[in-house]
């Protein structure tokens, strides 16, 4: 995945560029966990590991954000701004979940057997 350049978008651009990395991330949190529950215990691994890449494009803006702010340069407030920030928050906060719940499922597994 090529690294987004945040300085050369707009706010409504970096919302939205939060909104479909933290978003495409989530999907694959999700289905992780279907196909764990189907058995397929690599597959499941591989689908966390594209979140997190997904959730470090969305953490790079955000950063970005964050930097910018620091340096003086104030962000407009908005509807979209806060869903995004939500949005990443939310799948941040899931995939961790996420994981440990696969730790603990497969060290279940490993005691009943």
Do not use: C, P, W
Request: charged share 30%.
């Amino acid at each position: 995945m090529d690294k987004i350049q945040a300085e050369n978008l707009t706010q409504e651009q970096i919302g939205f560029q939060l909104i479909l990395h933290s978003g495409n991330a989530r999907s694959k949190i999700i289905q992780s966990l279907r196909e764990y529950r189907g058995g397929n215990t690599a597959k499941a691994e591989d689908l966390i590991k594209e979140a997190e890449t997904d959730l470090s494009a969305a953490h790079d803006i955000h950063f970005h954000m964050i930097q910018k702010e620091a340096n003086g340069k104030k962000t407009d407030f908005s509807l979209l701004l806060m869903h995004a920030e939500d949005h990443l928050m939310s799948t941040l906060t899931m995939k961790e979940l996420v994981k440990e719940l696969l730790e603990l499922f497969k060290t279940k597994e490993g005691s009943s057997s």
